[in-house]
């Protein structure tokens, strides 16, 4: 079984800033990467940025330069420090792992349920 549970999300004014974690548990055998996606009603989910398990890291263009994202290996947890936050950030981010399975041999994608983030005056 496993499970990826968020949190952090809130309500923040533009400018201000919110770290999310996402924790990883169950019975994992690895982990090849893990991301952050966003979704807004209407519009198309999109990849926010991502870590592999080399420690390499990706962002949209869109969050580059303010967002910042981090892997903790031991607690296998991922974390997206997001700074100068702007009202069109306010979506829901959900947590995406591909990873494999104690006795299974392929990987597969797994999400969690998401964290609203809600950008305001």
């Known amino acids: 079984q496993v499970q990826l549970v968020e949190s952090g999300g809130g309500l923040v004014q533009p400018g201000g800033s919110l770290r999310l974690s996402c924790a990883a548990s169950?019975?994992?055998?690895?982990?090849?990467?893990m991301a952050w996606y966003r979704q807004t009603p209407g519009k198309q989910r999109e990849l926010v940025a991502g870590i592999i398990s080399s420690s390499s890291t990706n962002y949209a263009d869109s969050v580059k330069g303010r967002f910042t994202i981090s892997r903790d290996n031991a607690k296998n947890t991922v974390y997206l420090q997001m700074n100068s936050l702007k009202p069109e950030d306010t979506a829901t981010y959900i947590c995406?792992?591909?990873?494999?399975?104690?006795?299974?041999?392929?990987?597969?994608?797994?999400w969690g349920q998401g964290t609203q983030v809600t950008v305001s005056s």
């Open positions: 995406n792992a591909i990873l494999r399975r104690v006795g299974e041999r392929g990987y597969g994608a797994y």
């Open positions: 169950g019975s994992i055998f690895s982990i090849n990467s």
